[in-house]
């Protein structure tokens, strides 16, 4: 059995990982395309700390926190659809060359695969950008299934991903185990009896990922 699963002991057969904050840490083009967009549309500029906080439930969700400078707007901006493309496009014009893998990502993917283990990606990023940025840091081909903030009519923290990964690779939910950073991952697969690792480091919105109460929770994969 393989340290990480020595760990919390257990041995699935699928293993589900969050992509932005559990992967790849990717908060430093977020931030530069969130600046990008306040700039054009002469909004006060967010915070580091904010986009920190305000990231995991997909970009137009994101660009809805920034227009109105807080965790929960309380109502659609009428500049939403201008201000989101704007984000869009600067997000892919920086080609997320300030992003890296954390350490020991590829390790632990390199042995998941080379011990039959299934795995996936399921993130709230768009699909426009999801596989394309696994391709770009040589990590795509380790993934059997790969689903974005679009690929169904809901996403984390809705269980439907999650429950779609099972069905596709025809495992028993509880033989599978998300791994994510925030309280989306988290309650998504609470939400559906899939057992859940939480990984600290990421961004959960200002808070110990263990407040969400997974199962078990590593500092670091």
């Given at each position: 059995?393989?340290?990480?699963?020595?760990?919390?002991?257990?041995?699935?057969?699928?293993?589900?990982?969050?992509?932005?904050?559990?992967?790849?840490?990717?908060?430093?083009?977020?931030?530069?395309?969130s600046?990008?967009?306040a700039?054009?549309?002469?909004?006060?500029?967010?915070?580091?700390?904010?986009?920190?906080?305000?990231?995991?439930?997909?970009?137009?969700?994101?660009?809805?926190?920034?227009?109105?400078?807080?965790?929960?707007?309380?109502?659609?901006?009428?500049?939403f659809?201008?201000?989101?493309?704007?984000?869009?496009?600067?997000?892919h014009?920086?080609?997320?060359?300030?992003?890296?893998l954390?350490?020991g990502?590829?390790?632990?993917?390199?042995?998941l695969?080379?011990k039959?283990?299934?795995?996936?990606v399921?993130?709230?990023?768009p699909?426009?950008?999801?596989?394309?940025?696994?391709?770009?840091?040589?990590?795509?081909?380790?993934?059997?299934?790969?689903?974005?903030?679009?690929?169904?009519?809901?996403?984390?923290?809705?269980?439907?991903?999650?429950l779609?990964a099972?069905?596709?690779?025809?495992v028993?939910?509880?033989?599978c185990?998300?791994?994510?950073?925030s309280?989306?991952?988290?309650?998504?697969?609470?939400?559906?009896?899939m057992?859940?690792?939480g990984?600290?480091g990421?961004?959960?919105?200002?808070?110990?990922?263990a407040?969400?109460e997974p199962?078990?929770v590593?500092?670091?994969l």
């Amino acid at each position: 059995m393989m340290p990480l699963f020595d760990k919390i002991g257990f041995e699935p057969k699928l293993v589900l990982f969050d992509l932005d904050g559990t992967l790849l840490d990717s908060l430093p083009d977020l931030y530069s395309a969130s600046l990008s967009m306040a700039d054009v549309l002469n909004i006060n500029a967010p915070s580091l700390t904010h986009v920190e906080q305000w990231v995991g439930n997909g970009a137009a969700v994101l660009v809805q926190r920034i227009l109105a400078n807080q965790f929960q707007p309380s109502s659609v901006d009428p500049r939403f659809d201008h201000a989101l493309q704007l984000y869009m496009d600067a997000y892919h014009q920086l080609g997320n060359r300030q992003s890296h893998l954390y350490g020991g990502v590829e390790a632990l993917l390199s042995e998941l695969h080379q011990k039959g283990i299934s795995q996936g990606v399921v993130t709230n990023k768009p699909n426009r950008f999801t596989e394309p940025l696994l391709s770009q840091f040589g990590i795509l081909h380790y993934f059997d299934l790969v689903y974005s903030g679009d690929s169904f009519t809901e996403k984390k923290p809705h269980p439907m991903p999650l429950l779609m990964a099972a069905q596709q690779i025809g495992v028993s939910l509880e033989e599978c185990l998300m791994v994510g950073d925030s309280s989306n991952d988290i309650n998504a697969a609470k939400a559906c009896g899939m057992p859940c690792l939480g990984v600290r480091g990421g961004y959960n919105h200002g808070r110990d990922v263990a407040e969400c109460e997974p199962d078990w929770v590593i500092d670091s994969l």
